[in-house]
């Protein structure tokens, strides 16, 4: 039996039927892409920076013609990301990590993440593919601004750091601001809050956050979640967080005491998100007993086995943060 590369259940071969139909429309693809990493970047270095997608980490852009991936400049339905290049550690298991985070985010704590899988390039060097949230099935695209954007925020206006100067609950007040159903909107970015506290990510800053507008109604909601990952496993002594829980340098009790986010920080962040104390809690004990399938699923999936051990460590040492 082979591995599902999306949602890493036993299957006969390639993607699983549900995987298939939520990544390529049911077409059998084969996770190998056709071309290497060495065609990979002459194509890309050929066409510029055109086939770039925005973002710190190197993105290209590529499309789905009958059953067969292709680079694309325009119309492109996927992001790949490749292996980073940069002197952290264990870079090379960087996008089985990010594969992996977004299946733990969507399988167990039901959070919207986009269909994702982890292939290959044809030398055998892993790669990670998302499909595009932003692109609808009859090639429109949706309007979507991350919080850097919605706040005006920039190197410019704010410095290099612009992108981590900044809090969770100032992205929650934007939230407020531009979203009619806030109530519903901000329980989604409070759980993801959390989710990423839980898993150490540690470089979810104001750009890894967005607003989305609805085909339907033409009004924003907040995105599906992108770009997870646990840093932990790249960085050492990385901070909890990208960025403050609390605006203007809002500290609890508990947090003075230890220097660390614990239970009751969440507790009154989510009281100063707008969220009933019962529903913040249930939200907080969920991640708290998802703690067993996080393993299962760490340990099936395509991580190194040391980097398997780190992410089930650092994943138990936050969850007692939790409990507390």
């Known amino acids: 039996m082979n591995k599902c590369p999306s949602c890493l259940r036993e299957v006969p071969a390639a993607f699983c ?94 959070i919207y993440t986009p269909p994702n899988a982890l292939m290959h390039f044809s030398d055998g060097e892993p790669v990670y593919i998302v499909k595009r949230f932003d692109v609808l099935p009859d090639g429109n695209k949706l309007l979507q601004e991350d919080f850097a954007q919605i706040g005006k925020r920039s190197e410019e206006t704010g410095g290099k750091n612009y992108k981590y100067d900044f809090s969770y609950e100032e992205i929650a007040s934007l939230m407020k601001e531009y979203t009619p159903a806030y109530l519903i909107e901000v329980e989604k970015f409070f759980t993801l809050v959390v989710f990423n506290y839980l898993i150490c990510n540690g470089d979810a800053h ?94 099936i999936s395509f991580l190194s086995d040391m980097c398997k051990e780190q992410y089930i460590l650092s994943v138990k040492n936050r969850s007692e943060r939790l409990k507390k």
């Open 206 to 299: 104001i750009k890894n956050f967005s607003l989305i507008k609805t085909a339907e109604f033409g009004d924003y909601k907040l995105s599906p979640a992108y770009d997870l990952m646990n840093t932990s496993i790249h960085v050492n002594g990385a901070r909890d967080m990208a960025l403050d829980l609390f605006a203007d340098n809002f500290m609890t009790e508990a947090y003075k005491y230890g220097s660390k986010y614990t239970r009751d920080d969440f507790m009154q962040f989510g009281k100063k998100l707008g969220l009933l104390e019962g529903r913040a809690k249930r939200i907080l004990d969920k991640f708290i007993t998802g703690e067993t399938e996080i393993e299962r699923l760490v340990e």
């Open 17 to 110: 039927v549900p995987c298939a139909k939520k990544l390529f429309n049911g077409k059998k693809v084969n996770p190998v892409l056709p071309f290497s990493k060495p065609e990979f970047n002459e194509a890309r270095l050929n066409k510029s920076s055109r086939l770039s997608i925005s973002g710190i980490q190197i993105k290209y852009s590529i499309g789905l013609e009958g059953n067969q991936l292709f680079l694309t400049e325009t119309g492109g339905r996927y992001i790949v990301k490749p292996i980073p290049i940069g002197s952290f550690q264990a870079l090379d298991q960087a996008p089985a990590n990010e594969h992996l985070s977004m299946q733990i985010a969507g399988q167990i704590f039901n």
